[in-house]
Nanobody, 121 residues
Framework: QVQLVESGGGLVQPGGSLRLSCAAS????????MGWYRQAPGKQRELVAV???????NYADSVKDRFTISRDNAKNTVLLEMNSLKPEDTAVYYC???????????????WGQGTQVTVSS
């Protein structure tokens, strides 16, 4: 079993900053890509940012130059630094990891429980 636990959401004013953190634990052999997705009310879940095992990153156009994703492979964690937040960034943010786990030796996608980010004055 693999678990992803997120933290760091909350309420922030427009223009403010937040940092989301996600820690993966369990019977992990290898973590490939780790990323953040978000889902706003009435909308589909969308990719925010992703980082590969070798550190390559990709961002949604809407967050480029405002958000930064990073990971610590030794700690199996991924961070999302969010700056210049806008009301349209309001959503539930989900951590995702592509993991090869024991004892199944299968590669699967795992999701965190989600953390609410609200940008409002």
């Amino acid at each position: 079993q693999v678990q992803l636990v997120e933290s760091g959401g909350g309420l922030v004013q427009p223009g403010g900053s937040l940092r989301l953190s996600c820690a993966a634990s369990g019977s992990i052999l290898t973590i490939y890509a780790m990323g953040w997705y978000r889902q706003a009310p009435g909308k589909q879940r969308e990719l925010v940012a992703v980082v590969t095992g070798i550190g390559r990153t990709n961002y949604a156009d809407s967050v480029k130059d405002r958000f930064t994703i990073s990971r610590d492979n030794a700690k199996n964690t991924v961070l999302l630094e969010m700056n210049s937040l806008k009301p349209e960034d309001t959503a539930v943010y989900y951590c995702n990891a592509d993991v090869l786990a024991a004892p199944t030796m299968r590669r699967n996608d795992y999701w965190g429980q989600g953390t609410q980010v609200t940008v409002s004055s």
